[in-house]
């Protein structure tokens, strides 16, 4: 009897596993292979000094962005023996590990020198990637939510060019035709001096009928620009800009639809809930147990 006890235990438990992952819709591919997570864009700092009075000197940092990662620099270079006569400190960061984003954000200081001080920042980043609803044909209704932002701050007379940060946020069809409002956001506070302060940003919530089966492209797109000069006046600036979007089934019963991204795209905000299907399986194979131990039991004390 103990051995029965034990079957029925083995049994329910490799009953339920593949009905859970099947629930679950484990195992479910892009009816065409997705292209692969594309990277573009070039981070530039650039710091100058003169730190002995005979010529410029120069801290640079300049990459290409290929990957996911964080590009970042603190510069500073010293004029006529005052350290940190100008610095730039920036970061720019592409992250793809859980809802992918982009989030730039930077610093720029300079003394009022007559000499060639001044700091500048420039960071163009930009990821694609693509997507399919995998699942019976015909339209299904996906949330579509996404935060953006750009900013500028600081005071700096000494500002040379335009200041600018944007981000922009595009889903496309393989025809081209635009999903979303193609969002496009700009924060711009005019020519050759610093004009004060500005910051915008957006929300997305929206829910937008995409076909099954087909693929979307997402592009992301960020960038900052920041320059501020001793000669002409120096001052400090701050910019930052950033944007993460995330897609979410909203159809009646989601489980009959997955999301199938790009190779390396985890479109996952926090902690998933698991499915409702997977619990209540779950739940008929708990009740199964405890409803046998009881017999169970009986048996192996009549034995």
């Given at each position: 009897?103990?051995?029965?006890?034990?079957?029925?235990?083995?049994?329910?438990?490799?009953l339920?596993?593949?009905?859970?992952?099947?629930?679950m819709?484990?195992?479910?591919?892009?009816?065409?292979?997705?292209?692969?997570?594309?990277?573009?864009?070039?981070?530039n700092?650039?710091?100058?000094?003169?730190?002995?009075?005979?010529?410029?000197?120069?801290?640079?940092?300049?990459?290409?962005?290929?990957?996911?990662?964080?590009?970042?620099?603190?510069?500073?270079?010293?004029?006529?023996?005052?350290?940190?006569?100008?610095?730039?400190?920036?970061?720019?960061?592409?992250?793809?590990?859980?809802?992918?984003?982009?989030?730039?954000?930077?610093?720029?200081?300079?003394?009022?020198?007559?000499?060639?001080?001044?700091?500048?920042?420039?960071?163009?980043?930009?990821?694609?990637?693509?997507?399919?609803?995998?699942?019976?044909?015909?339209?299904?209704p996906?949330?579509?939510?996404?935060?953006?932002?750009?900013?500028i701050?600081?005071?700096?007379p000494?500002?040379?060019?335009?200041?600018?940060?944007?981000?922009?946020?595009i889903?496309?069809?393989?025809?081209?035709?635009?999903?979303?409002?193609?969002?496009?956001?700009?924060?711009?506070n005019?020519?050759?001096?610093?004009?004060?302060?500005?910051?915008q940003?957006?929300?997305?919530?929206?829910?937008?009928?995409?076909?099954?089966?087909?693929?979307?492209?997402?592009?992301?797109?960020?960038?900052?620009?920041?320059?501020?000069?001793?000669?002409?006046?120096?001052?400090?600036?701050?910019?930052?800009a950033?944007?993460?979007?995330?897609?979410?089934?909203?159809?009646?019963?989601?489980?009959?639809?997955?999301?199938?991204?790009?190779?390396?795209?985890?479109?996952?905000?926090?902690?998933?809930?698991?499915?409702?299907?997977?619990?209540?399986?779950?739940?008929?194979?708990?009740?199964?147990?405890?409803?046998?131990?009881?017999?169970?039991?009986?048996?192996?004390?009549?034995?």
């Amino acid at each position: 009897m103990i051995n029965n006890c034990v079957k029925y235990y083995t049994r329910t438990l490799l009953l339920s596993v593949p009905l859970l992952a099947f629930s679950m819709n484990e195992g479910k591919a892009a009816s065409v292979a997705l292209a692969p997570i594309s990277y573009g864009g070039v981070v530039n700092y650039v710091v100058a000094g003169d730190a002995n009075g005979t010529g410029p000197t120069y801290s640079q940092y300049d990459q290409n962005v290929t990957a996911s990662g964080t590009y970042a620099a603190n510069l500073s270079q010293s004029s006529y023996g005052v350290q940190g006569a100008a610095t730039a400190n920036a970061s720019t960061i592409i992250n793809t590990a859980s809802a992918p984003s982009i989030s730039l954000t930077g610093s720029v200081s300079a003394i009022a020198y007559s000499n060639s001080t001044g700091s500048t920042i420039n960071s163009n980043p930009r990821l694609s990637y693509q997507f399919q609803i995998v699942g019976p044909s015909g339209s299904v209704p996906v949330l579509v939510q996404a935060a953006g932002g750009v900013s500028i701050s600081g005071e700096a007379p000494g500002a040379l060019s335009d200041q600018i940060a944007n981000v922009s946020f595009i889903v496309r069809s393989l025809d081209a035709s635009v999903v979303n409002d193609a969002i496009s956001l700009n924060a711009y506070n005019g020519l050759t001096y610093y004009t004060g302060p500005t910051s915008q940003s957006f929300t997305e919530d929206g829910t937008y009928s995409l076909q099954t089966n087909v693929t979307y492209t997402v592009t992301m797109a960020a960038a900052i620009g920041l320059s501020v000069s001793g000669p002409e006046g120096g001052g400090e600036e701050s910019i930052s800009a950033y944007l993460d979007p995330l897609f979410t089934i909203a159809a009646a019963d989601p489980d009959d639809y997955s999301l199938v991204f790009s190779d390396g795209i985890n479109n996952v905000a926090d902690t998933p809930l698991p499915s409702s299907s997977a619990l209540m399986l779950a739940g008929f194979a708990v009740l199964g147990w405890v409803g046998y131990r009881g017999s169970c039991k009986r048996s192996l004390i009549m034995a």
